[in-house]
């Protein structure tokens, strides 16, 4: 057994943005994009959007889609949405491209290079860097690619609309109908998406795979749990196990965050007992408080608060009658609000004439 006092961090990364040490779960959402590379260029798996809120695991999906799109034979640029992304694409390409163009000798004459449009490997030659824009680069790119049976995945992050986000979007579309093998992964919070749906430009996005990211399986947390406290020599009853599993309530982040606190609560070699439970389960909602719940609520105005306030007093499924009542007819009109927050992705409609939170913990903490 180890002596040092194990680094939580080695299995449970509680932060934004990284690569989880294992990967879990999505494997519907993961096939269903996979599948779509192998499809026809232009069809509608290959154009996909992910949504969902802050901590569900939308930067996560993406280095892992990034990872498998490598194995299947695609060569990945992933951005995150700014206005310089058309440029950190190229280059994205160029630099992740460039491993299979190592041998390639420059061309012997200066014609015949300007005529491909590129100099050396995926470098443009002078006269295409500075001539071409993202669509005719990427369009050289495509072909140059396709040469070592290549295909180009753009992978955005954060996405939003912006004048990038309509050329790129354009591009896309463009390269499509001139049978280049691209294809495009995006996601975002709810509202970026829905902005971005509703842009006049980006309106054929539409008719791309939306595809909302929900909570992670809790059978999946909880053998992943199990494994990565035997393996440190953690012990935990299998009580103690399923609380820690029923306290992520399948939030990604939460996972992180739980699992994480169980290791740096347990002493070396040691039990996790009620105690250790407790702790770790205040410290990972103060770190949801402030990474999650504020971020989430900030830009509400004080009605939609109201609006929320009510929804979590009356608790649980919410219907629209209840929520009247509960607001009175003093209470802002319901309507507005419901669409504002469910396009927002504060709360979720499971059925018609229903509401509920769409993070967990969330209705607790408006509760306070
Ligand atoms: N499927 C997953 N398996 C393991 N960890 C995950 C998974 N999805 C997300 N995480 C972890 O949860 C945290 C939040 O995920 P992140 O992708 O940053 O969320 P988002 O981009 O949606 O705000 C990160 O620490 C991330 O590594
Ligand atoms: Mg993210």
């Known amino acids: 057994m180890k002596t040092d006092k194990v680094n939580p961090h080695a299995f449970f990364q509680p932060t934004f943005g990284n690569r989880p040490d294992q990967y879990i779960g999505r494997d519907g959402e993961i096939e269903q ?18 949504l969902g809120q802050r901590g569900m695991g939308k930067t996560a999906l993406l280095l892992e889609l990034s990872d498998r ?6 060569v990945v640029a992933r ?16 630099l992740n491209g460039s491993q299979y163009f190592k041998e390639e000798k420059r061309k012997m004459t200066g014609m015949t290079a300007g005529v491909l449009g590129f100099s050396l490997g995926l470098t443009f030659s002078e006269a295409a860097e500075r001539q071409y824009g993202f669509r005719s680069k990427m369009s050289l790119l495509c072909d140059k690619l396709a040469e070592k049976g290549k295909g180009a995945l753009i992978l955005i992050d ?3 609309t912006s004048a990038a986000m309509r050329e790129v979007a354009s591009a ?4 499509v ?3 280049k093998n691209v294809a495009i992964a995006m996601a975002g919070l709810p509202h970026a998406v829905s902005s971005v749906l509703n842009d006049s430009v980006l309106t054929f996005l539409n008719r791309a795979c939306k595809v909302e990211l929900g909570l992670i399986s809790t059978n999946l947390i909880r053998a992943y749990y199990e494994r990565s406290f035997r393996s440190i020599g953690i012990k935990i009853s299998d009580e103690m196990l399923d609380r820690a599993t029923l306290a992520t309530r399948g939030f990604p982040y939460l996972m992180q965050l739980i699992g994480y606190y169980v290791i740096q609560y347990t002493p070396e070699g040691g039990t996790v007992d009620a105690s250790v439970m407790d702790k770790a389960e205040k410290a990972a909602m103060g770190d949801m408080e402030d990474n999650v719940f504020k971020p989430i609520l900030s830009p509400l105005s004080d009605n939609d608060k109201v609006f929320l306030k009510a929804l979590a007093n009356i608790g649980g499924t919410v219907t629209t009658a209840k929520l009247q009542a509960a607001l009175g ?9 419901r669409k504002r927050l469910l396009d927002a992705g504060v709360i979720e409609a499971p059925r018609r004439g229903e509401l509920v939170f769409a993070v967990p913990y969330l209705a607790d903490y408006m509760h306070d």
């Open 158 to 160: 954060e996405v939003r």
């Open 79 to 94: 951005v995150t949405a700014h206005e310089g992304m058309p440029k950190a694409i190229i280059e994205q390409f160029q």
């Open 33 to 50: 994009f996979m599948e779509g590379l192998q499809e026809p260029i232009g069809s509608r798996n290959r154009c996909t959007l992910f």
């Open 177 to 179: 109908g001139d049978g």
């Open 329 to 337: 007819r003093r209470g802002p009109a319901i309507q507005p609000y």
């Open 69 to 74: 799109a490598t194995r299947a034979g695609y």
């Open 172 to 175: 896309y579309q463009e390269l």
